[in-house]
């Protein structure tokens, strides 16, 4: 496996890790008691993922000025 596989790859699991988060915060705040901090934690950790996936875009797919 080469670089850019591994980066495509880690890319894919960063979305899908995204993405459960995604729900698992929305299924959590709509319950009338739910552990804030937890909630917390988890939009930390979802922000820490956006970035990184941001990152990774910016290797995988380099804007190309011509």
Known sequence: MNDEEKLLREFDMLRHEHDDL??????????AKYDALTVQRLKKRKLWLKDRISV????IY???IA
């Open 22 to 31: 995604n729900e698992i915060i929305e299924t959590s705040m709509q319950v």
């Open 56 to 59: 990774l875009e910016s290797i």
């Open 62 to 64: 380099p804007d190309i």
